[in-house]
């Protein structure tokens, strides 16, 4: 038979699995990339989704895409763990959006339309909502006329790095490790390395020369190390910012899940403090809502920085959360999740201590992602993990990896722990 | 009686009025200032709510503020018009709140929930959601690969701010006159003049030296002459782009309220346009949502700069808006503000062509807003529009004026046409 008349007779399913095999062949996908969606697909081929679906699943047993749960499908990398064709997400510290209580959500926003009418598309001020602002300064203990709502925490350090945009490279210290959004946006050059009390200040004060005006900082709840600053390293550090005249840039990443609450940096010296809050970190990435609390000396840049930005932030999504908070949920929301931390913690620092090349640094870390140092080299290209490298340049981070253990529904979790398990012992 | 004696028989509202009339003798809130709401004042007070508008209402009546309909108190210049202590606002280009169908935008919003349960929560791509990309692409007719759903088109012009970072005030030319916002964000200084046709060919030609990288132009329905360029003018631009290869930022203000639907330059010069669309313009200011059509050149320079502004624009705002166009919402909404816009503006300019010292330049110009310019001085200081002088530095637009007459509901549009009247006539 020809070569077209064999074509002609195959399943339409196997050509479009046959048509992506060769585009990953050819490298348009590459292995870790993920593929386009089964609906794009579906009208680049002029299919049904349910053809491509087959496809995919074809490819799957193939061994040469994989599923990754919840964010969709990979190209998978020749070296092979596991027989399922899935792994587990351990990278992305964000909580399973499953979590947040999408009934209470829907309800809110239906009584937004109810009570304010159109009112409720109405555009907000620069600064915020007042309604929102009003609840987060009772929440957070802030100054409401300090705060500025921004839409994520990104959009905060984005904001500073237009403030000091001339030379802030070599204005700015940062700890080591760090969050790789800020060593990317700041092109971070100069660290403080850090130890089991936060940054080590020998190193702070050999670096602290005439240029330096800001010091990017997540004193409570760490990211990558679960750690927080010691408050004697914290009281110094606010005496140096207070001396040497320069901000601390105080990223709250998580101290909601903090096991005890701290004095911030905000509370310590707050003339010399720009802090910054994630909402969406502590209930789901696809709020994008996060605010400011900015001194005086620099609130009204910030908030010209935010109008040339983007005007305001979504109103509605504020007026949301303004209520959320007020009715308690967000409250509920915190407590519940702070409870599954609690027990997933548990659960993986069993598994992590039962093997002897892995070390978590003594069970003193806080937060949904675990810090771990290995003994042997992490040589495998499909880790589920992040790795060291990504938040430091130091090569003795590069066996460290870390672990998100909130992005996955209950169910995963489980299986996501036996199949850690299957991929630590390959490596031990 | 001593004076702490009547202080104290005094009412509170009196109280507090004589407090907010003395922060405005001692200046804290300047004459055009708005000043705070009731419910600050309440707080600041520690008083009822309708006690603080007992106290707004008394000076109000003794002519220290005055209300913005919808938009809250301001204090008042000295001069005054009229006797309501009302003004109202032709000022704001954003349609009113009230015209956007927020029944529908409940029905979505509840569906939302109802079929995707917590995944309506779920975040987005940096690109943007995929049903709103295909929605856009196919009502726009832009090629759907090349789409960056950003959070308004402010954030697109800081994107390309981004992009273009150094040196960016002499690579950018602008029309003359041209969007406030953009002059300021860019720090503009180069200018093209702009005549009935659209920019000036020979004054382009003449600053098209090597450093220009930019062209900011809105072509259709400018902002704020409400002219459209001809197709003659808008080839030959196309053709300098193509030559001298430099961008064109096609700002589309209104073209949805154009006459004629006219090529773009994106349709014309793909490669070389940067198409920014806003969508809060055409909907209501608080929606915060846009897209920009960028070339293969600089997409993933836009995206980057995207990732880093703020990860992503709101999901669930995108996702509403995506089922807004597939339900055909939106462009009956459009159908319905046009209606309206062709009703308003025969009205203003019936008004304005009653006065021999105003021009509104041959009723060729469209949009939501008219651009007038007056032979007799503009000399009052709570004027309702936009002065010329915002628009352009040129000193011949120093006695133009654009009114903007959708944000004011079907009701104030009938009484504050009376109110421009009664300024009009106090003007000649």
Redesign the interface.
Known sequence: MSRTGSRQTDHLYQKIAADIAARISAGQYKPGQRIP?I??FA?VFRCNKLTVQKAFGLLRRQGIIENIVGSGSYVRYPHKIGSTGEIFDFKTD?IE????P??Q??AI??DL??KE????????DVKGE?GLI?ALSRLYHVPAESIII???A??GL?LIAKLF?FKITDAILFEDPTYP?AI??FKARHFVAMDGQGPRLDQLDSKLHSRIQLFYSMPAVHNPTGQSYSPRVKEAISRRARKHDFYIIEDDYLSEFARQPLPRFIDLVPENTIYIKSLSQTT?????LGFMVVPPKLYDKVLYAK???????????QKFFARFIEKGYYQQHLAAIGKKITYRRKRLIRLIDSFDFLDCHGHSQQGYSLWISSKRKLDITNAPWRRGSEFSFDPNYRDYFRLSFMHLSDDHFEQGLDYLAKILRYLD
Chains 1, 2 share one sequence.
């Open positions: 969606s609906r794009h009208s964000y959006v499953g979590f947040f999408y009934r959500v829907q926003y239906n339309f109810v009418k159109s009112g409720a598309l109405a555009p907000v007042p009003r921004i839409s994520g990104q959009q984005d945009a959004g990317s946006l789901v990435a696809g709020l994008r109008f040339t930005s983007d005007i305001a932030s979504n109103g509605l999504v």
